[in-house]
């Protein structure tokens, strides 16, 4: 049998802060295929986030197939934004949401990497556009480059920072949308923008890292998804609706189905694909023309 086997592998998968977005289920599906996995969550959701997995309530979603629990190696605070404690503005580093956190930038979560003896797997599920619900007409400059900062050069730090402490033959995974390569009317603030750049970066660095370390960088577009970023941007019921009408398989995609096709990417079993875009959108990126009727 050809299973995807993670075990004695560590992940770190950034950007969870509750359990409906993809990165909870790529956590699990990690999890599920032998993994150590440590999350990083965003301070403002940091102890909400903890004391969720605490609750009973979150039994469902931490329980794996099989029945085992998904035990996380560690959760740490992290502002994708900030590469370095000096750069954050002292307002922020004062806020009662950050204060007590130690160091939630980049190279805080390297060192705290570090000390927990290396990685072998990097997953970035994170994005932010304070703007994202104007149009990129009406969008300002600091709007634009805060979402490809957090969405996008975040992702080439932790590719910088973590690269030297993961083990030959790792990878990199980030999430990419639609929105980057064609045109999506409400996707704005400058996001489209950034996924661009999140899979041109992923292209470049998949040859920097592969000479540099070996490692592999890879990207998932995933289809519309209903989780609490994708709430924040508008009519997401809709573009699922949209999609899975004109979609050659017409059901909404799952978080398992993205968190499977990431533990694919991350495991040996992908050791010859890098720098790639993988679609995990029930074929939609493949249509030219949206079905209005019933086709056979
Ligand atoms: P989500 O809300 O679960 O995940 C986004 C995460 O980003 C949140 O946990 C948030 O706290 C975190 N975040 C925001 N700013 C941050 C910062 N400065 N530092 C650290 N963390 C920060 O939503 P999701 O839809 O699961 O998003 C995960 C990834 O998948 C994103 O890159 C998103 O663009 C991508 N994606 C989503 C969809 C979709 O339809 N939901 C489709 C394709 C791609």
């Known amino acids: 049998m050809l299973a995807i086997d993670l075990g004695g592998k560590h992940a770190l998968v950034a950007g969870v802060g509750d359990e409906r977005g993809l990165g909870f289920g790529i956590a699990r599906a990690l999890a599920q295929a032998g993994a150590t996995v440590s999350v990083a969550t965003w301070p403002p959701l940091y102890k909400m986030f903890k004391l969720m997995l605490a609750r009973p309530t979150s039994e469902p979603w931490l329980t794996l197939a099989g029945g085992t629990k998904l035990e996380l190696a560690a959760i740490h605070p ?26 939630f930038t980049t190279s805080g979560l390297a060192a705290a990497v570090a000390a927990q003896g290396g990685v072998d797997i990097v997953v970035h599920s994170l994005a932010n556009a304070p703007e994202v619900q104007k149009p990129l007409l009406e969008t300002s400059r600091a709007g634009y480059l805060a979402a490809v900062s957090a969405s996008a050069y975040s992702h080439v730090s932790l590719v910088q920072h973590l690269g030297p402490l993961m083990r030959p033959g790792g990878s990199f995974l980030s999430l990419s949308y639609l929105a980057g390569t064609r045109v999506v009317p409400g996707y704005g603030g400058g996001m489209s923008s950034a996924k661009a750049a999140l899979e041109s970066d992923a292209r470049v660095l998949a040859f920097e890292a592969g000479r540099r370390w070996g490692h592999r960088v890879n990207v998932i577009s995933a289809g519309p998804y209903k989780s609490r970023a994708a709430e924040a941007i508008g009519p997401i019921d809709r573009m699922i609706q949209y999609t899975t009408h004109a979609a050659p398989l017409q059901t909404p995609i799952t978080a398992e189905e993205v968190g499977a096709t990431a533990a694919f990417l991350s495991s040996p079993l992908a050791s010859g694909i890098t720098g790639t875009v993988v679609y995990v959108d029930k074929g939609y990126a ?11």
């Open 286 to 296: 493949a249509m030219g023309l949206a079905v209005d009727r019933p086709v056979t």
């Open 78 to 103: 992290f502002d994708a934004e900030f590469d370095r404690l000096e750069d954050v503005p002292a307002e922020l580093r004062d806020h009662r949401r950050y204060k007590d956190l130690g160091d």
